[in-house]
């Protein structure tokens, strides 16, 4: 019988003392974690991100379909059946894009005749670089129809292209 109330006192004096740190708890908020600072001295903290380039790289991208020769004023294009020029700086936002406007001259097969006109349009060019790789939309209207392409090009890359005949 001894036995059995010291069990019963111990245990309800331990369940008292339990319930006496769970009322504690409730009362007093948990202790406030501050947040690591990063260490100045460290690399990751000083370093500062890539600048992002103000315009397209000079000199030629090429492609599939495509080389674009890129100036500090202007850029030339040659593509299968066309080519044309971009009339201003390539001059690249914060997300490295740009938008510019040009014209495109239509080609045919066969020889161009004296006094044939060409066949030249406004065209609206939209590009973003993306690593390496110049992503550049092409859009324009003739009469009959409008278009709208898209050619990915890299600096320094060769292009490859089918002249029409």
Not at 32 to 58: C, E, G, I, K, L
Not at 78 to 98: K, Q, V, W, Y
Request: glycine share 8%; aromatic share 6%; with cysteine.
């Amino acid at each position: 019988m001894r036995q059995m109330f010291c069990f019963i006192f111990l245990a309800a004096s331990c369940l008292g003392s339990a319930c006496q740190h769970e009322n504690d708890s409730a009362a007093t908020p948990p202790p406030v974690r501050s947040q690591p600072q990063a260490d100045p001295s460290t690399p990751a903290a000083t370093a500062t991100p890539h600048p992002t380039p103000s315009r397209v790289q000079n000199g030629t991208w090429g492609g599939e379909g495509m080389t674009l020769e890129v100036t500090s004023s202007t850029s030339t294009y040659e593509l299968d059946c066309a080519h044309g020029t971009i009339d201003s700086p390539l001059n690249l936002d914060s997300m490295n894009r740009f938008t510019a406007v040009g014209t495109i001259t239509l080609e045919h097969g066969g020889p161009v005749h004296e006094g044939e006109p060409l066949r030249l349009f406004p065209a609206r060019f939209d590009g973003m670089i993306v690593g390496d790789v110049l992503n550049l939309r092409i859009r324009y209207q003739t009469e009959a129809d409008s278009f709208d392409t898209i050619y990915r090009v890299a600096h320094e890359a060769q292009s490859h292209l089918v002249k029409c005949r």
